[in-house]
């Protein structure tokens, strides 16, 4: 059995527990003697939504509502791999054989909380439903967030049955949810896969029903990654293996027991970074701890140590002022060590890898040199408006360039090494930033085009030897933002961008999770250059008259002036 610490606090309990205290008729005590509080706080229950049956001689324009407000309440049961004996309620207002074929589980479209779906009669035995969009979940849980004032019309048809009353009798397969309901009924969660090294965990985030949870994640493991990340990663899965029960259930101490079949489970080395897998795909609610059968059988090997998540230890922030490099401590900057004055350099950009036994500095836009005790002395790449370099964790500096047929994506390493990066999705766009996870793994990339603005995460296809060779397909994240120039990741699922949307008048930071809305930060005016460290308090912006600020409570904190290009490691 693996097992790891109890999560102490989640955000849902502590949502759940501020608005049962805004509500509740108590006030909080002023006086009296210290009592020890709650030392842990574990996520409630999943919420039971009810759902209603059809009204006698209820109209279809009744019926169709019926129908929708139904669909929450399939999603407060158990369900079962048979989906036609699934959302019982939502399929007493369908006819004859639309009853069993109808597949909820095909795609869930949410709407805004703001709007409602407007119904209309179209004929006697016919309704529209034309309903906002904030995002679309498919069958697989992946998350697509939706442009503002999307519109997806449904159009329903309904019969009378043999007691006269109206049912649906054709209509699209999957589901309507409002904001409130989905976040009450589905959760995010990851699902970690391997990178090519098998060194790192790297996640695909995607959304499934509260109920189950542990089971759906499981048997997304299972199955494997989605296309866009297919090629860029491994699983120590062995094809062919399955849940031997169909199911993982949590007991009450929250042990969550995965029971695989077959007994080809791999090499000693594999089965632990599939018990990795698990135990890091399973870090979720109401499970405590792990234990994997093969066959019955126990699995007594410990997990890999993998990487996983952020920084894997506290980079400090790195900037150039005074015409030298500088590093952040205590709130102070000081020159980083072994890097020369810059003179003579417009450095406008800057990248490390994680050791920092890669630094490189972006001089002009169109020169990409090696920082060394001399300065910047080791050309590394000349060309044309070069974009802000990006350092993996295997060596490697990725820039772009425009070429003739489009962008020239380039990764470049000391000693000469140069590589260019197929990917024929960008043809006939310019990038604008590229930025590569600390995973190695996956890469987000801006770019323009005819098609307007865009923000796309995909996959890096590797050699043997880690040299990066392609990028796989693409997935748009951001859909919300109409232009922006710097992207960063602040954790291992969630972009940092500087940029706007159609309703703002300035430039600011948004948060872009890849399944998720996103969010703007506070504003701040003049920001111009964006660095992410370790997660949301550690995101750094600079503005066009020098002045550096970290993010800090609802606001911004200032910290220095006369910085420009501030980097983490990445």
């Known amino acids: 059995m693996t097992r790891r610490p109890i999560r102490a606090l989640r955000a849902g309990a502590v949502a759940l527990a ?11 005590p002023t006086r009296g003697p210290v009592a020890e509080g709650v030392a842990e706080v574990n996520e409630p229950a999943p919420v039971t939504l009810l759902g209603y049956s059809p009204g006698h001689d209820a109209s279809p324009m009744e019926i169709v509502q019926g129908f929708l407000n139904a669909n929450a309440a399939g999603y407060s049961r158990e369900t079962t791999a048979d989906v036609s004996t699934t959302f019982s309620v939502a399929r007493e207002y369908l006819s004859g054989e639309v009853r069993s074929t109808w597949n909820p589980d095909e795609q869930v479209i949410v709407y805004p909380t703001a709007s409602s779906p407007e119904i209309t009669l179209l004929t006697e035995t016919q309704v529209q439903v034309k309903v906002g969009v904030a995002a679309r979940i498919d069958a697989d849980g992946v998350y697509e967030e939706s442009a503002p004032g999307s519109l997806q019309p449904l159009v329903f048809d309904l019969v009378k049955d043999s007691s006269d009353q109206w049912r649906i009798s054709r209509l699209d397969n999957g589901v309507v949810l409002s904001e409130p309901n989905f976040e009450l009924v589905f959760r995010q969660a990851a699902v970690y896969f391997l990178s090519a090294d098998s060194t790192h965990l790297v996640p695909e985030t995607r959304w499934f029903p509260v109920r189950n949870l542990a089971t759906s994640v499981v048997r997304a493991l299972m199955d494997g990654p989605s296309p866009w990340l297919r090629d860029a990663v491994r699983t120590a899965v062995p094809d062919g293996v399955q849940l031997e029960t169909g199911a993982v259930p949590v007991d009450a ?3 969550a027991e995965v029971s695989l079949s077959g007994a080809a489970l791999g090499d000693v080395e594999d089965r632990a970074r599939m018990l990795a897998q698990l135990e890091a795909t399973l870090d979720i609610a109401q499970v405590n701890s792990v234990e994997v059968l093969a066959g019955g059988v126990p699995l007594a090997w410990e997990p890999a140590r993998l990487a996983r998540g952020s920084l894997p230890s506290d980079a400090a922030l790195e900037g150039v002022q005074d015409d030298m490099l500088m590093t952040l401590g205590r709130g102070e900057l000081s020159p980083v060590a072994g890097v020369g004055p810059l003179t003579g350099l417009d450095v406008t950009g800057a990248a490390r890898n994680e050791a920092g036994t890669v630094r490189v500095l972006l001089s002009g836009g169109d020169t990409l040199l090696r920082a060394s005790s001399s300065g910047g002395d080791e050309q590394l790449l000349a060309a044309e408006a070069l974009t802000a370099p990006s350092a993996d964790r295997l060596g490697w500096v990725w820039t772009a360039a425009a070429g003739p047929d489009g962008p020239v994506i380039t990764a470049v390493r000391g000693g000469g090494a140069r590589q260019v990066v197929r990917a024929d999705w960008l043809a006939g766009r310019t990038v604008q930033e590229i930025r590569v996870a600390r995973d190695g793994t996956r890469v987000a990339v801006l770019s323009t085009g005819a098609s307007g603005f865009g923000l796309d995460v995909t996959g890096v296809v590797r050699d043997q030897e880690g040299a990066p060779l392609q990028l796989g397909e693409p997935i748009a994240t951001g859909a919300t933002l109409t232009e922006a120039s710097r992207v960063v990741w602040v954790d291992e699922s969630t972009l940092g961008v500087l940029g706007k949307t159609a309703a703002a008048t300035s ?24 660095a992410g460290g370790k997660g949301e308090r550690a995101l750094y912006v600079t503005t066009a ?8 409570g609802p606001s911004w904190a200032y910290v220095s002036s006369g910085v420009r290009a501030p980097s983490f490691p990445g």
């Open 18 to 28: 501020v608005a049962v205290a805004l509500t509740a008729c108590v006030s909080i």
């Open 253 to 255: 101490d929250g042990t």
């Open 545 to 552: 008259d020098g002045e550096l600020f970290v993010r800090s």
């Open 507 to 530: 430039t600011t930071v948004y948060l872009v999770p890849l399944a998720g809305q996103t969010r703007a930060l506070p504003a701040l005016e003049g920001i111009v250059a964006l």
